[in-house]
């Protein structure tokens, strides 16, 4: 098995045990593991071409695996007023879309160089689908463990890497726990993101390319989630310190989701208190930037008016740091001189759009819209535990057809054996039926229909 070759020893913070294998947390004391500053050439040395024209900050393998990652473009925003201006660096462009690529290009170059047949991939999406696609790339194996509500957009897209699903059908963090435990029968490579300082190195080189692009970078607006991305971004500033390419951090801007919101839709922001929280705060503190929750809902509609206005098709959690670019603009910040890191593509969040466009119930892909229907009548007769007539059914669907069609639907279930109708006072009301059940269960598992 090779070595990893870093530039500098990993080493806990508190304990200060030096490792090799990449692990973020210390084995000994259960406390974070960082590498020192490393000073790289000047930046006039640097020809950025990918994130690879960085690896003299990187550490080193014998087998690099690479997609052409990194060196995405910074645009500015130039149709929304208020903040006109505002440089956003276009992570989406990335070879899956989404930043996480740059920690996959290390994390598979590792498992190729040690050997491995195998990845093991859990997260909540961009990151195994990302692996995925790099394991593909590396001729090897992969297998991702995947949360109950995964989106589908993302399961096909893991499919058409050749991923083995393995739908847990649990939270991710739940998730997470059973991929570790199937890596270690396996014995295969488990990269878990939160838990890999590959990933945090990698991700660095966001941060030295911002301060590459950008002559006057001032603040950089960042989603939160579970903060490997603002602990990496910091990274890649204290090397750029350590190269003397600038003299001071640019205020970092941690963007949250607001504690009432609707998680679902923005699941990468999801967790609520994630181990690197207190560094994260000390991070932010000691660049003299601060946190914004930001409502999901809110995040969908900046999500939409930069997709029309800008022409950017960005995924909700993205949208995070236009809507805190908005809060910020008024008071605090230059957009000019401040970049907000937009992370992912809006096409690994389609089911949400769809949902929060038509202001439909439930969305079913690759139906045809009456077999759409019908499936939303019955999901809806299964939901208000059997007590709901046609008329309701018509009004819960928004009354978007004639209430004919919905006693037409009705009929067809009762003749298929799905419904049946039972007569109270006046009124004729469904009940579902075992068959009726199944089927709605059945449906349940193979698509997106849990709760937005
Ligand atoms: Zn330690």
Same mark, same amino acid.
């Given at each position: 098995m090779t070595e990893l070759r870093w530039l500098k020893k990993p080493r806990c913070n508190e304990c200060g045990q030096e490792i090799i294998e990449p692990h973020l947390w210390c084995l000994n004391c259960n406390n974070l593991i960082s590498i020192q500053p490393i000073k790289g050439p000047k930046k006039s040395n640097i020809n950025l071409k =990918?994130?690879? =024209?960085? *690896? =003299? %900050?990187l550490p080193s393998f014998s087998k690099i695996v690479s997609l052409v990652e990194g060196n995405t473009p910074i645009i500015q925003i130039k149709n929304i007023p208020e903040i006109k201006g505002l440089n956003v660096k276009?992570? %989406?462009? *990335?070879p899956t879309s989404s930043f996480r690529d740059r920690a996959s290009s290390l994390i598979v170059s590792d498992a190729l160089s040690k050997k491995y047949n195998e990845i093991i991939g859990a997260s909540t999406g961009s990151f195994s689908i990302s692996l995925a696609a790099y394991t593909s790339h590396a001729a090897l194996k992969s297998t991702a463990f995947i949360p109950g509500n995964l989106e589908l957009s993302k399961i096909e897209q893991l499919k058409m890497y050749g991923t083995k699903i393995v739908d847990t059908n649990k939270n991710l963090d739940e998730s997470i726990k059973s991929a570790k435990n199937y890596a270690l029968e396996q014995k295969s490579y488990f990269p878990t993101p939160n838990d890999n300082l590959l990933t945090i190195e990698g991700q660095k080189t966001i941060g030295l390319e911002l301060i590459l692009q950008l002559a006057n970078i001032e603040n950089v607006i960042i989603p939160r989630g579970s903060g490997t991305l603002i602990l990496s971004i910091f990274r890649g500033f204290e090397d750029a310190i350590e190269s003397g390419w600038i003299k001071k951090y640019p205020k970092i801007f941690a963007v949250s989701l607001k504690s009432s919101s609707n998680s679902h839709i923005a699941e990468s922001l999801e967790m609520k208190a994630p181990p690197l929280l207190d560094h994260i705060k000390k991070i932010i503190k000691k660049t003299k930037g601060k946190e914004l929750p930001i409502d999901a809902l809110d995040m969908i509609k900046n999500a939409s008016e930069v997709a029309k206005k800008e022409g950017l098709f960005i995924e909700p959690a993205s949208a995070s740091v236009i809507a805190a670019a908005k809060k910020l603009v008024h008071d605090e910040i230059d957009p000019q001189s401040t970049v907000a890191i937009l992370t992912g593509s809006g096409l690994n969040a389609l089911n949400k759009f769809a949902f929060q466009m038509r202001n439909l119930k439930k969305t079913v892909w690759g139906l045809s819209e009456t077999s759409t229907r019908r499936f939303e009548i019955l999901n809806i007769i299964a939901e208000k535990k059997n007590t709901t007539h046609g008329y309701a059914i018509w009004v819960s669907l928004g009354k978007k057809k004639t209430i004919q069609s919905i006693y037409h639907h009705l009929d067809s279930l009762n003749q298929d054996g799905l419904i049946e109708f039972k007569e109270v006072g006046n009124t004729k009301k469904c009940l579902i039926t075992k068959k009726g059940y199944e089927l709605l269960n059945k449906m349940r598992e193979i698509i997106d229909l849990r709760e937005i």
């Open positions: =990918s994130m690879w =024209s960085l *690896n =003299s %900050f276009l992570e %989406f462009r *990335n």
